[in-house]
């Protein structure tokens, strides 16, 4: 098989001895079925032990491995080396999160906003499981399906300005995923959720870039959660204007 | 959660001219900006039934024929357009409607609200002036 | 963990409803409305190529009063509202409440000085 060289330039940062990131370049030989992760892995083994980034799965599945590649937030298991054939890769940590080290983000803001939501289904009265499971129809499967393909990858979070202008949004891939809750039949917690949602951080800052959309690899719109969530939004608003009490 | 940040934290901020880094939120500023042109030609309109107000018919009808605001008026006229095309394309974008097993595209609601715009504004055009 | 508190934003909610209607009506009334003013009144073009001009669409009938309420008063919430929160966008976040309270204002202004003319002509009669 034919090898070719590529060029990939990694931002570095060790926190412990540098005052700012910098980048380092490293020529790395390919095959036609290599991809950006498989090159850091390379560097890693032969050429620069300290290089430090996360990665699991190597497949899509994980989440684990997204950092932005020539501006781009995108998952490196991903992304082919041949694609970017007689350009220099430029890989740099995902956009808007603090860097821990070299591609390395810290998460922890994400992750709070992952529990915050409360991404489990909510019953106002738990049924014991020799009960049976709560069943639900292809067709209510339907509505929410597409949101809980959602990977945890937070490449929509470093897609979206409005998440880099002002943190305290909830953000797309938290808000899909409260809105999958929201759509899933068998989940009762739309008083608990809708007010995490509904807050001023929740949906309401989303203006509607796109770009998370644009980004995700698994193919969920969380444009489109953000999006339905505000129209809930407004129709319990006007709902609970025209009928203050009940009503929603 | 314990905090255990020993370090400076580095965070790459946002500059103010962060809609140039790639097409889509250059295309995604330019949809926005074009909401002021539609705020000021509503401005420039209210400010005209003031002259006419406060003055005569005829002052209104002089300050639609300024060449100023004609041209203001053209240039709004193109990003009111602009601003139109793009609320039909989101609008396709955030409420698909399911046909059979498909789901309609973004340029097919694009297209199908483009071709209803013209109908709408034929029809205000005969029933506000023509009837 | 702190415990948790939060306030659905309903007020927020019902003006962004508006915003939504608003950018509904800038998409499908306004450029007709500029088309009649800035392109068929002053070149003469159809429908003001014969004796009717603007005017008429104000103050013909209650109608067309309507539509120019419903146009002016939608778009200029709709243009005013998304053009304060583009500026948030490109380096006036801290100055957001700033923001947000003179958007509204002009908002306020506007619409209540529309209404002011509309109903007066309405009621001394030159809205027939």
Redesign the interface.
Known sequence: MSQDIATIRVTRYRPEKDAKPFFQEYKVPYRHDMVVLDALNYIKAEIDGSLTYRWSCRMGVCGSCGANIDGEPKLTCASFLHEFKGRTITVEPMTHFPVIKDLVVDMQDFMEKLVKIKPWIIREKETPPEQGEYKQSAKELERYSQFSSCINCMLCYAACPIYGLNEKFLGPAATALAYRYIEDSRDQGKEVRFPIVHEMEGAWECTLVGECSVVCPKGVDPMLAIQKTKILGATNAIKSLLMPRGGR | ?EDNK??????????????T??R??TM??VR??T?????????I??YG??L??MGS?AD??NF??NPA??GF??I??VF??Y??AT??Y?LG??A?VKIGRSRTKPWQALVL?LI??VI??YL??W????R | MKAETHKVARLHAMLWGIFSLGGMIAAFLLPVLIYMTAIAYPYSLWPFNGARDPSFLVTGHLLGALFIFVTIAGSLYHGIFRFQSALTEVGLLKYRRALEAVGYFIIFVGIIVLAYYLVTWYLNGTIT
Do not use: C, D, Q
């Open positions: 959660m020993r370090y400076p934290e580095l965070r790459r901020r946002l500059s103010p001219g962060w809609w880094a790639n889509h939120y995604y500023m926005e900006w909401s002021l042109f539609v705020a000021l030609y509503s401005l309109f209210i039934l003031s006419w107000a018919r209104f009808l639609l024929k605001i004609v008026s053209l709004a006229l009111t357009m601003h139109a609320w039909f989101l974008a955030v698909p609200n209803l715009l709408i504004s205000a055009i029933l506000l002036v023509l």
